[in-house]
């Protein structure tokens, strides 16, 4: 069982910037980020292959976000730029299962999830 920490939430003025990490207690495979606003589903944000090469993106945060990882330090980050009040949200981290190595949009590829971080935007 993998468990994930999500660090790096705060608050910021429209125009800044953030950057998430995630680290996980094991090695990790595809991974991903998803974030949940008040009354809203939980959506996707970015995804990373295991090799780093594949990643995908929200439309709405293609970009300005930008998602890489470390794998010697079992890490995987976001970097947030140009933020806006509509990415203020709880952002989650998740990892899918061992030897799924390519990166996912669905929330239902993901077995492992962090608690979760705030992201507050203020305008």
């Known amino acids: 069982q993998v468990q994930l920490v999500e660090s790096g939430g705060g608050l910021v003025q429209a125009g800044g910037s953030l950057r998430l990490s995630c680290t996980a207690s094991?090695?990790?495979?595809?991974m991903g980020w998803f974030r949940q606003a008040p009354g809203k589903e939980r959506e996707f944000v970015a995804a990373?292959?295991?090799?780093?090469?594949?990643?995908h993106y929200a439309d709405s945060v293609k970009a300005r976000f930008t998602i890489s990882r470390d794998n010697a330090k079992n890490t995987v980050y976001l970097q947030m730029n140009s933020l806006k009040p509509e990415d203020t949200a709880v952002y989650y981290c998740?990892?899918?299962?061992?030897?799924?190595?390519?990166?996912?949009?669905?929330?239902?590829?993901?077995?492992?999830w962090g608690q979760g971080t705030q992201v507050t935007v203020s305008s």
């Open positions: 990373i292959s295991w090799s780093g090469s594949s990643t």
């Open positions: 094991g090695r990790t495979y595809g």
């Open positions: 998740a990892s899918r299962s061992p030897g799924e190595y390519i990166a996912s949009r669905a929330k239902g590829d993901y077995d492992y």
